[in-house]
């Protein structure tokens, strides 16, 4: 909700979630549909493609494909994608500022590094980077992040989708392991004994 919010989205403007299976992508998915957007996602394996198919995504591209770039332009025509949000912005920024239709949006929600990116990128467009994290928020926006949250699940159009578990002793290996992986499927849970 929250993502989907910073980007001022409106119903009918196209979404791309660049990493969408993982919990937060599949999440990001799920709450696009529902505010009746076209949903765009990507993911590195068939079994995240499918996952991500399954939960709100209209099309789904393979990020490991060198052309995947060019499948999505193909897809969304000449306009462009509204709004991309953004899990891994140091190697995908720059291709994400060549996606966006004039005015578009890219929401960063993870990064781990840096990236060079042309600035001419966001004038030609008049396109706009912005940077989300749940750590800035106010009570009250918490509050009602999940009432949004809690109602969607109660109708059923949040589902959330359990990824590995990992008793939280095993903490290290879960973060290794996420940051290594071919491809995340859902949402990472730390189990308590």
Not at 26 to 45: D, E, H, P
Not at 167 to 192: D, F, P, R, V, Y
């Amino acid at each position: 909700v929250y993502l989907l919010s910073s980007a001022c989205v409106k119903p009918g403007e196209s979404v791309l979630v660049h990493g969408a299976s993982g919990g937060v992508g599949i999440a990001a998915c799920q709450i696009a549909r529902a505010y009746g957007l076209k949903v765009l996602g990507t993911a590195s394996t068939e079994e995240g493609q499918k996952i991500v198919l399954e939960n709100g995504a209209h099309k789904v591209f393979n990020h490991k494909e060198a052309d995947y770039i060019d499948k999505i332009k193909k897809s969304v025509g000449e306009k462009g994608v509204d709004v991309i949000i953004e899990m891994l912005a140091n190697v995908n920024l720059s291709n994400d500022l060549n996606l966006l239709s004039h005015g578009g949006r890219v929401i960063v929600v993870g990064s781990r590094g840096t990236i060079e990116i042309n600035p001419r990128d966001t004038m030609t467009k008049e396109s706009s980077i912005k940077g989300v994290t749940l750590f800035s928020s106010t009570k009250e926006e918490f509050q009602q992040f999940a009432a949004a949250l809690q109602a969607g699940m109660e109708i059923g159009w949040l589902r959330p989708v359990i990824g590995p578990q990992y008793l939280l002793e095993k903490a290290t290996q879960a973060h290794e392991n996420i940051i290594h992986s071919s491809g995340a499927t859902g949402k990472m849970i730390l189990l308590l004994n």
